[in-house]
């Protein structure tokens, strides 16, 4: 299994970026997904969810509104778009796979700095 993100770098407050994560070696539209981010000296913590039938989605109060989870089945990858970007959205972002054990990309950082 491999879970592949990427989209990260520098983002500027109000600005936008948006994150992908490529999946592998699984039944990608048969499992739910989401996206965890880890700020800098803090846990990590969910950040949103999209289940695997019916496109579902769940979101952290401190995102919602401004970001989106999406999946493209096809494309065995799932998205993030975020937008109104915030200082404190800076930490590494990590997309995980409910799928046997768990399985986790190795993270993609990303900076919101003026």
């Known amino acids: 299994v491999q879970l592949v993100e990427s989209g990260g770098g520098l983002g500027h407050p109000g600005g936008s970026l948006r994150l992908s994560c490529a999946s592998s070696g699984f039944t990608f539209s048969s499992y739910d997904m989401r996206w965890y981010r880890q700020p800098p000296g803090k846990a990590r913590e969910l950040v949103a969810a999209i289940s695997s039938v019916r496109n579902v989605r769940i979101y952290a109060d401190s995102v919602k509104g401004r970001f989106t989870i999406s999946r493209d089945n096809a494309k065995n990858t799932v998205y993030l778009e975020m937008n109104s970007l915030k200082p404190e959205d800076t930490a590494v972002y990590y997309c995980?796979?409910?799928?046997?054990?768990?399985?986790w990309g190795q993270g993609t950082q990303v900076t919101v700095s003026s």
């Open positions: 995980y796979a409910l799928a046997g054990p768990g399985y």
